[in-house]
């Protein structure tokens, strides 16, 4: 069975730089190939990957500015061109639909594909998609302007068939297999039923995976996302330089950190960070790690399984 896998497309702050690229990712979990936030030239990005832009069928936006979002109207262009999506959906704060379709509009793109906009005003967290496989719920966040993060969650999965009893039980047959997966328990032809914790073992576990973008520093995020296996937390800035973090909607690397220990999560990805540090990006990992060893550093297409 396939892991959960994530790529990291840009983690830089506003300010572009000669090797680096602003914000998105792809996540590849529960049969879907997610975009996650879509910075300038992430559809460059994307095609280093070797992935079908008609796989991705699902972009959540955490917010509005333009290190999140300038590379979303030249993706849905080159969609356009290719002619082999059936539909987008995009997820993002309120006023993306309007966002991209006066781009569309201006540039007189063709619409040969339907955009189903969801757009987001709670300041609470709220389901946004699911289906058989996934839930995805957002992470209300605290920047200058409306902000989300976004947390996904694989649903419980199949239990697991423990051959060597079924093996024992001529009556059992492949056929039967479903539904001692479902978690049923088998009825013998004598009546005596087999209980399918006889029959079975749990599955794999599920999943989970937090994206937290811009914020401030956050606690209260801890109670939503407690356990994720893997964690993406915006680190802007060293702490000594905590008070400007927080007057700019942006957390420290310490606080990030402190978040990943709180959530008791179990790997810690920081990004966005300020030009300030680079190509030192060391400094704010050893940072972090002082609270949460298992801190890394993003890489450039790196892929990311948990």
């Given at each position: 069975m396939s892991h959960p896998t994530l790529t990291i497309l840009g983690f830089n702050s506003a300010l572009p730089t000669t090797n680096s690229h602003p914000t998105a990712q792809l996540l590849e979990m529960a049969g879907h190939t997610f975009?996650?936030?879509?910075?300038?030239?992430?559809?460059?990005?994307?095609?280093?990957?070797?992935?079908?832009?008609?796989?991705?069928?699902?972009?959540?936006?955490?917010h509005l500015h333009g290190d999140h979002v300038f590379g979303l109207i030249g993706l849905?262009?080159?969609?356009?061109?290719?002619?082999?999506?059936?539909?987008?959906?995009?997820?993002?704060?309120?006023?993306?639909?309007?966002?991209?379709?006066?781009?569309?509009?201006?540039?007189?793109?063709?619409?040969n594909f339907p955009i189903h906009f969801v757009e987001l005003t709670s300041t609470q967290n709220e389901v946004i998609f699911e289906d058989e496989k996934i839930v995805?719920?957002?992470?209300?966040?605290?920047?200058?302007?409306?902000?989300?993060?976004?947390?996904?969650?694989e649903k419980q999965k199949e239990r697991s068939l423990v051959m060597e009893e079924i093996q024992k039980y001529p009556e059992i047959e492949i056929?039967?297999?479903?539904?001692?997966?479902?978690?049923?328990?088998?009825?013998?032809?004598?009546?005596?039923?087999?209980?399918?914790?006889?029959?079975?073992?749990?599955?794999?576990?599920p999943k989970s995976y937090a994206f937290c973008s811009d914020t401030r520093y956050k606690p209260k995020v801890c109670e939503q996302i407690l356990g994720a296996d893997l964690l993406y937390h915006e680190a802007t800035f060293l702490h000594e330089l905590e008070e400007k973090a927080y007057a700019t909607g942006h957390s420290t690397a310490?606080?990030?950190?402190?978040?990943a220990r709180d959530a008791k999560v179990k790997k810690l990805i920081i990004g966005h960070f300020s030009t300030r540090y680079f190509p030192h990006y060391h400094r704010l990992q050893e940072e972090a790690q002082t609270v949460f060893p298992e801190t890394c550093l993003p890489e450039l297409l790196e892929k990311v399984q948990f």
């Open positions: 975009l996650i936030d879509c910075g300038e030239a992430t559809q460059v990005q994307i095609r280093k990957t070797g992935t079908k832009f008609s796989k991705i069928r699902h972009i959540f936006i955490s849905i262009s080159s969609l356009q061109l290719m002619k082999t999506t059936p539909s987008l959906h995009i997820y993002g704060p309120k006023g993306i639909r309007d966002f991209i379709e006066n781009q569309l509009k201006h540039t007189k793109s063709e619409g995805v719920e957002t992470i209300p966040l605290v920047h200058r302007i409306y902000t989300n993060g976004y947390f996904f969650k056929c039967d297999y479903q539904n001692l997966k479902n978690g049923k328990d088998f009825v013998l032809s004598s009546g005596e039923i087999l209980p399918n914790t006889l029959l079975t073992k749990d599955g794999p576990s310490l606080q990030a950190a402190m978040i």
